[in-house]
């Protein structure tokens, strides 16, 4: 088979085939049900239209006692479509649940197997995972719904053209023509939309994002103060605008072809009757035979048109549907065995380690060595931007290095697996969460197995000093730190805790972690005052005792007490050793320390 054929025709086979699967072990006593229902729908007019017959034929020409039968036969049909249609819409709801369950798990199951970050900063990545969204969402219960109809309106189709074959088969002919030709129009638009739907795709995704900036609490604020509703209603509305224009232009597209298959339609419906009316003029047809000739005349062009229409849409759907199953099948594999990581026994290092998030983008680490022997505490500082958190991100695995290695206990990590990697690891983020979780929940994701276990969380949220603030609270640790979502019946809106409290909560999240081998500690106290940050240093100098710690901070007081300080300058090295040896050497730390303690000695002259 030929790329073109196998793209033309394998593709839509292989996702019609997907999805019927996906359907069926979804909810196969459902699934079984609606295609089972839609046969017996499909079958009932044309059943209808044969006892309509044998009813006319017995009495126009009495004697041959079928009149009663065929008048069985219709109330039989009439009835087990009526129940049919009932347990039909149960089957379906059934089965769309079951659907939709199914496909959410599937598509975050993927997600959540993408174990770095460099696909979800690439534009095109957020586009297709944006539609992908979007087909699990609708895609389920169109598939079904599609699926159903294609069965029914087939078999009503089959049963009015053999109908029509043995009545004349050049009626047969005619149709086939007819449908073939609409089908081809049909899927050819479809093809065209879902093209469509890819280019409007990273227009759609910043009109959502300037639509849900300005429902954003934490926006609201500059929102309000520098008056830009208007700017970002604009931007949005200018967006709304762009893919309104794009779909405009294709639904116009839609309506001519559609228009002009209809009108052919007309054209086909009209020569077939002629030629019933002309046969029965000449005898050929009798009374019943006119009559099963209408109704298949008319059923066939009905179910043909419903067919190709749901045909044409099930592909489109599955146009869509694709970018849902890239997803699906590019995660597979991507959590890679890997070793366990044993606990650590003699240190992390980095050996000639260069790093940048992509080649059109400058090297942020350039050749960095480093070593954080086990049980020591090493101090990462240096000026925003000189590579400080992508050293982090690294040591992490939420990337890899470009160049050099990163060694947990000599073994390379990419030869680990993440999971347990990570399951060794506790780290402040600069940019922490705040869930829209409990206070103790917010603690307690951390390590989700101590979720319910309240007296560990409020150890660690002792350690980090937030203790007390927890316990003044509402509810305590079962307040809802949230204004978006409410707690209880009423939906009582949770409490907004302070930015420094906020910091100290992330801060006990990773100390509930009191059993991982390294502690990273991203700007733990940059939100703090002086007061607050001295006494969470001070609880923080007793947790890290005899523990591997990394600490990054832009205060220097905060690292003084480090085992070794390592100063960061554009991607490079440029000084390690203890606070005293660096003061001695006059370097960049010492010109920054001094800088620091001027600012501290004016803020207090000031006063």
């Known amino acids: 088979m030929s790329v073109g054929r196998e793209t033309r025709f394998g593709r839509p086979l292989h996702r019609l085939a997907s999805a019927v699967t996906l359907a069926w072990s979804a909810h196969p006593v459902a699934a079984a049900g609606v295609f089972g229902i839609a046969t017996i729908m499909g079958m009932s007019p044309v059943a209808l239209a044969w006892c309509t017959k044998l009813l006319i034929d017995d009495l126009t020409a009495p004697g041959q006692g079928l009149a009663l039968w065929a008048l069985g036969g219709i109330l039989l049909v009439t009835g087990l479509s009526a129940t049919a249609q009932s347990a039909g819409r149960y089957m379906y709801a059934e089965l769309r649940r079951g659907v939709e369950i199914k496909v959410h798990s599937e598509l975050f199951a993927a997600i959540n197997r993408f174990p770095g970050l460099a696909l979800f900063e690439q534009p ?6 944006e539609l992908a969204g979007q087909a699990g969402q609708a895609a389920p219960s169109q598939i079904v719904q599609g699926g159903a109809g294609i069965a029914q309106a087939t078999v009503t189709a089959g049963g009015f053209l053999v109908s029509l074959a043995m009545l004349d088969p050049w009626l047969l002919a005619v149709f086939s023509v007819a449908a073939c030709g609409t089908l081809s129009a049909e899927l050819r638009l479809g093809r065209q939309r879902a093209g469509m739907l890819w280019r409007m795709s990273p227009a759609r995704r910043h009109a959502m994002n300037y639509s849900m900036l300005q429902t954003d609490v934490q926006a609201a604020k500059e929102i309000r103060l520098f008056g830009l509703a ?13 893919v309104g224009r794009g779909e405009r232009a294709h639904d116009r597209k839609e309506f001519r072809v559609q228009a002009a298959l209809a009108l052919g339609g007309v054209v086909v419906v009209a020569a077939s009757l002629t030629l019933v009316v002309l046969r029965a003029l000449t005898g050929q047809l009798g009374a019943g035979d006119v009559a099963v000739a209408l109704a298949a005349v008319a059923g066939a062009q009905n179910s043909l048109s419903a067919l190709v229409r749901q045909v ?22 991507q959590l890679a065995p890997g070793d366990e990581a044993p606990p650590l026994s003699s240190g992390v290092a980095l050996r000639d380690v260069w790093f940048r998030y992509d080649d059109d983008h400058p090297w942020v680490l350039k050749g960095v060595d480093l070593d954080i022997p086990r049980g020591s505490t090493v101090a990462l500082v240096g000026l925003n931007g000189a590579g400080k958190s992508s050293l982090i991100k690294l040591l992490c695995r939420l990337y890899d290095p470009a160049q050099g290695v990163v060694l947990w206990d000599g073994q390379d990590t990419r030869e680990l697996s993440h999971v347990s990697l990570r399951e060794r690891m506790s780290v402040v983020f600069q940019d922490y969460m705040a869930w829209d979780l409990t206070a103790q929940e917010n603690i307690g994701v951390g390590r989700v197995e101590k979720l319910g276990q309240l007296h560990l969380i409020r150890t660690a949220a002792e350690r980090a000093g937030v203790h007390e603030a927890i316990e003044r609270l509402p509810d305590g640790y079962h307040t809802m730190l949230s204004r978006i979502f409410g707690v209880g019946d009423d939906e009582t809106a949770g409490v907004l805790l302070s930015g420094g409290q906020w910091q100290r909560i992330a801060v006990a999240r990773a100390l509930l972690r009191d059993d991982s081998d390294l502690l990273i500690l991203d700007e733990p106290s940059s939100g703090l005052d002086a007061e607050a940050e001295h006494r969470l240093q001070r609880r923080l100098r007793d947790v890290r005792r005899g523990r591997t710690t990394l600490i990054i901070s832009h205060r220097l007081s905060t690292v003084r007490f480090a085992d070794e300080i390592v100063v960061l300058r554009e991607g490079v090295i440029t000084e390690r050793g203890s606070h005293a040896e660096l003061m001695r050497r006059g370097g960049d730390y010492a010109e920054l320390f001094r800088l620091q303690a001027e600012g501290y000695q004016t803020e207090v002259a000031s006063r």
Do not use: E, K, P, Q
């Open 124 to 129: 095109a990545f957020r586009d297709r995972l």
């Open 230 to 242: 208007d700017f970002l209603h604009g931007r949005m509305t200018g967006l709304l605008r762009t």
């Open 312 to 333: 044409a849409d099930l592909s489109h759907v599955l146009l869509v549907f694709d970018h849902y199953h890239d997803i699906v099948n590019r995660s597979r594999g």
